[in-house]
Structure formats: C-alpha cells, structure tokens
C-alpha cells in the first residue's frame, strides 16, 4: 500500500455523541492524594496503579449512566498519572538522557521513574513546565535532540482500553499528535543551532504507526489524536504547518492496520488547516465551535464533523438554541455530524453535585463535567430526533439564561458609573526616573536586592486552622491569632535569613485568587470544584457571575501586622486583574476586557488603602498574562491593550515613593516583552530557572529599564539548588541585567513547598548572591 492510499477498511460509524476528555483527579483528588503517597513513600506503585484503576472504572460507569455509549468509543479513554504530554513523550521514548538510568530493559520507566522526570530529583533538573495553550492547565516540554531514538516503549494506552473492554466498554484511546508533540518540543541541549524538533518527523511517524496497529491488535475502533496546534499561530511557517499535517495524516490514514482516526482540534479555529485535514481522509475532524467559528466556504460533503458546541473550557450553561444552530449551519455544508464538547473537559470540575450552598438560582446557570454531558446528551436527540423530542430541556435552558441576563448582580448602576468616571490619566504614572529615585530615597536596598514571591509553606497546621475556623469550630479570635502567629514566625525567618524585602507568608490565603473572590461582590465560590493545574496540583477557580465591587479592604490588616514586625520593609500582596480573571470561571456575558477593568477598579482601592497604612512596597501579581493571549495573532493587540490598561488602572494611583511589583511565569516572554514593560512595574519578577533564564536575550534586546528580577530557584520541584546552581544562574542573568536594575527571587510562591527544602533553598540562594556580590 502506498503512504497515500487511503486504508480499505470502512470506518465505523462515529458516535452520536461525545466528549474530548473527562476530568482525571477524581472527584475527591483521589489521585492527587494517592500520587503524593506515593512520592512520600507512603504506598507502592502497585497501592498507586489500583487507585488509578478504580478511578478509570468510576469514570466509565458515570459517563454511560449520563448517557454515552458503553461500546460505541462515546466514552475517551484520556487518564494520565500526571501529564499527557509526557505520556507521549514516554511512550515514544523521548527520555532526556539524564534520565537514562531510569529506563528499564524495555526502554521505559516506571511510575517512580515517570515521577522522577516530571519533577526532578537531585542534580536531574525536571522537565521544563509551561502553559497549555490558553488554559490554566501546566504540560511538560518534551526534550528531543537529533539523536533521540524514538521507540513504542509503553503499552499503557492500550493497557488501559483493554483493561475497558473486559469490563464491557469499547473506549476511544486519546493520544496527543505527532505534530502537537514535536512542535511544543524543545530542542535538547546537545542539538545544533537552528535544529528544531520538529525536523525528527519523518522518524517518529513509523512509531505512531506501529502504536495504530497495537490499538487494532487490541480491538480499538477509534483513536482520538488531539492536535491543537493547528488551531495556533506558532513560529512555525504557515505553509510548512499545512505541508506537514498533509505527510502525517496521509501517512496515517494510509497505516495497513488502524483504527479509524478522530483529529480533533480544540482551543479555536482550525481555518486553513480544515480542508488540508479533509484531504487527508481521516475518519473524522474534530472542530471548536466555542472559541471557534463555524467554518465558511469549505466544501464538508461527506465529511464526520464533531461539533464542538459544548464550552469544555468554562462552566456555563450552553445554550441549547445556540448550539443548534451553530451544528445545523455545518451540517447545511454536507457533513455528517456529531455533538461534542469544545475541548476536553477537564478544565472544568466533574460535577454541581455538593454545590448545592451556592443557591439553585446560580447554579441554574452553570453545567459542570457531568451536566454538560448530559447537554451533549439532549443535543444529539435534538440533531437527530428534532427539537420537540427535548423540548423540556430546551425551555429549562432558556429559562435559565433569561433569569441570569435579568439578574440586578449582572448590571450594577454603580460599578459601571464608576468605571465611566475613568479618565485617561487614571492610566498613567510619574515618568519611572522620578519615581525610582524616590524609591531609592525610601528604602535604601542593596545592590541584588532579594526577596520572594509571596507566599510561604501551608502547612498542615495551617489548614487545619482554617478549616476548623470555616466550620465554626474555632473562634475568629483564635483563628486570627493562630495566623498572627504564623505571619510573626515567617516574618522572623526571613529576617535570620537576612532577605532583604520581607512578605508576610499569607497564611491567611487558601488560594492568590478564592481569598480575593471570597471579599470581593459579584464572585461565588465551591465546596468541591477542582480541576488539575498540573500534576497533583489541583485549583478551584472561583465564579465570577456578576459585577464586581469591593465593600471594605482586604489585605490591609494582615499587611499592617507584619509590618510593624520589621523594620525592613514588608509587601502588600494583591493578585491582579488578569490573573484573577485567568484562574477563575469568568462570565460569558461580556467581553473580558470590561470584567478586568471592574476588578482594577477595586484593587486600585485596595492599593490606596495599604498605603495609607504605611506599606510601601505593593506586590500585584500577574502569573497569567501570558496564559490568556489568544491563540490567533490577529487576535493578541486588542487582548493585551485591555489586560495592561486592567494593571495600569490598578497600580496607576500609587505614590511616587510606593514601589509597585508584579510576578509572571510560565510565559514564552519574547512574545509578551512589549507588555510587561507596557505593564510599568517598578520591579518584575519572573520564571526562569527551570528554563535556566531562556528570556534573558528577550530583556536583554528590549533594553528593558525598569528593575527585574529572574527566578533562580525552580520551586514546582522538590529539588534544593546548590549554592554553586544558583550564583550560575544569578551570574547568568547579572551578564545580561545591569546589578542595579537585577533582584534575587525564587521563581514562584513557596505554598506548596515544606520548611526544610524552603530554609535550605533560601539559604543557597543568598549565599549565592553574596557570592555574586563580592565577585
């Protein structure tokens, strides 16, 4: 057969309905719980695979009892121990060299081993970590150089459908794309200048057809590749994205022994890559008709379109007409088609099930993993058996949308009067030399000044205090002294430490933004709502239903205590508006911009009052920016003039002498540099150790003015840099950053960190800096 032959064999019909992915925490974490066992040495990898199995189980039987089919490949077969991405990097054998040591006879690791790469330990730096696309969620960047040997070194995805299929489901297996994997490769370390990842296309292919026949040996029928970087605008060349779709999907479509291939590509419009996959064959396209649009002027006859009409990325409540319409405009362009969710959902939580304290007329508004399914569900009756056959679901839906629009909480008179009292000016500060010169007058701080992020260890005392507080089994009084008390001994290690800018640990934080969304009007937040950041790393973003409007100071008597602690100066710690509205579940009901001003308006309160308080140095967190910028180049200018003038509008009513700090990471910072300085902090830090200060040159050649500081210490790992790692890598960023204008920081808050690795951490990284100092 040759490479462009499409395979003989008929594929099966596609099912009526179905998702992209399910949520793989568990409902209760079960497997955030059961990894960290794991890593503690707590349970065996055997005590760790059972729990993994009961929850695919689980999964399985809620998924057909809300409707999919049991043997049809509705319900994905999507579980990972930690990442998808590096599931493939695994399978296919894209192992640093590093870690060569953890490979077993067969080429592949084990769960301790996969662990090992995932978050690092000793001298073996974990792989680097970053955004996936415009989602919250953290994948690991696969390292692949020239001489990478890519090999099937894992079953476990086929494992796994089997292990379905004797429990009588027939799943779909999802596995990440050829194209998606190398494209959001990094070049390994020994590779030369200008190679690329994805020049090892034509030797990975054989394996991906090699793990297609292995799916048919087992008995799949179809298999879901996820390729969303086709919906992205990378830096990749246009023509060569489209050239390579066409030798991978041809390639694939042409594999002697396969399932029937679903491409699906969420996060937005497929565009000029849609016809390309047509003429390719495969079996099924997948589009998003959420962040996307319907396609206009392609020809789809005969096509399996699967509709994404069900937002996988946020929890409202779809729009039943809607959604309708938008999969009878694509069925008018000739193709056969299937409801589906937008992108995975576990970017969402899995059910409104113990939500119920949020009120049934707010929670008439939202669908979770589990009601969106049932959405999907009442959809495809619709599309195939006409709309009077749900009708009672359609009204319900509507009903619901009518009350939220009508709601008074959606359209405060005084939240909108106050932001159309916004004046132009209100944007702007004193030129920075004016302002730095009086910063210098104020504080005095060194040359490498250091500092951290924010946030110190939560330790188990801690949330045991605020959760018996939560449930009234502790007086405000003791609650309020139990955090004095922490805030007291952080305050007093940082200073034995001797760092130079303190911060009070915000012991008093369960979350950078749940603590603001819980003081804020216009947020709601849930008992239960998880969805996985990364690894066992779990959030619960808050809803953001409504107008928002702050009633009183927030921070202020937290800042004030730890202050009168120290005479060296200590943070005030605001999370910012993008950041806020990134880690949240935003309203839909308008454009993001006006929410973000709403939330400037309030922290520019905020800020006033701290200061009045006398807190000099104000730290408005911005982690996200990056994270929010569209995936279509067209789209990016209008989205970051409203997420820096959402900043400015906060910070821009400082004082000359208040010094304004932000924090970003997880960026690809050469595409945002005319932001960040756009943002006009007076010092920035950001993300950089794990990629051993990657954004230096993007500084570097944007002759950035203001002060910054790169992370030195990577704290998503447990590892404890040397002494020796850190003045590398603070001498690394001092060559590119004139000292004066350089701050000493770890990358990211410590919360998720314990005290030994955070007090041995802190000391090697000022160690380092003395170091750096006297050299």
Known sequence: MSEFTQSSAPAPAFPGGTILGYPRIGRMRELKRALESFWKGNSTEADLEKVAADLRAANRDRLAALGLGREDSSIPSNFSFYDHVLDAAVTFGAIPARFADLRDANGGVDLAGYSTIARGQGDKAPLEMTKWFDSNYHYLVPEIGPNTEFSLNSTRWVDEFIEAKEAGYVTRPVITGPLTFLYLSKAADEAPEGYQPIDRLDDLLPVYIELLAAFKAAGVEWVQIDEPILVADIDADRAEVLANTTKVYRALVAAESRPALFVAAPY???????????????????????????????????????????????????????????????????????????????????????????????????AFADEKVSEIVTLSTALSQGDQAVAGALGEARAALKARAEHPGTNRADVRDALAAVKEGDFERTAYSVRAAAQDA???????????????PQTPEIRKARAAWAKGQLSDADYEQAMKDEIASVVKLQEDLGLDVLVHGEAERNDMVQ???????????????????????????????????RSEAMTVTWAKYAQSLSDKPVKGMLTGPVTILAWSFVRDDQPLGDTAFQVGLALRGEIKDLEDAGIGIIQVDEPALRELLPLKKADQPAYLDWSVKSFRLATSGAQDDTQVHTHLCYSEFGEVIDAIDGLNADVTSIEAARSRMEVLPAIKDHGYERQIGPGVWDIHSPRVPSTDEVTELLSLAKASIPGKQLWVNPDCGLKTRGYDETNASLKNMLDATKAVRSA
């Open 442 to 456: 104020r504080f005095n701080l060194p040359e490498l000044a250091t500092t951290t992020i924010g946030s110190f």
């Open 515 to 549: 603590y603001f969304a819980e003081l804020l009007e216009g947020f709601d937040v849930t008992k239960n709502g998880w969805v996985q950041s990364y690894g066992s790393r779990c959030t619960r973003p808050s809803i953001l239903w409504g107008d928002v409007a």
């Open 268 to 366: 937005n419009s497929l565009d000029d890559a849609l016809p390309v996959l047509k003429n390719t064959a495969v079996d099924a396209i997948g589009i998003d008709l959420v962040r996307g649009s319907v396609p206009q002027g392609v020809d789809l006859k005969g096509a399996t379109i699967v509709a994404g009409v069900v937002d996988g990325h946020n929890i409202w409540r779809t729009d039943l007409d809607e959604a309708l319409r938008k999969a009878d405009e694509v069925v008018a362009l000739g193709a056969n088609v299937t409801i589906a969710s937008s992108t995975s959902l576990f970017h969402v939580p899995h059910t409104l099930q113990g939500e119920e304290h949020l009120g049934e007329e707010l929670l008439s508004w939202l």
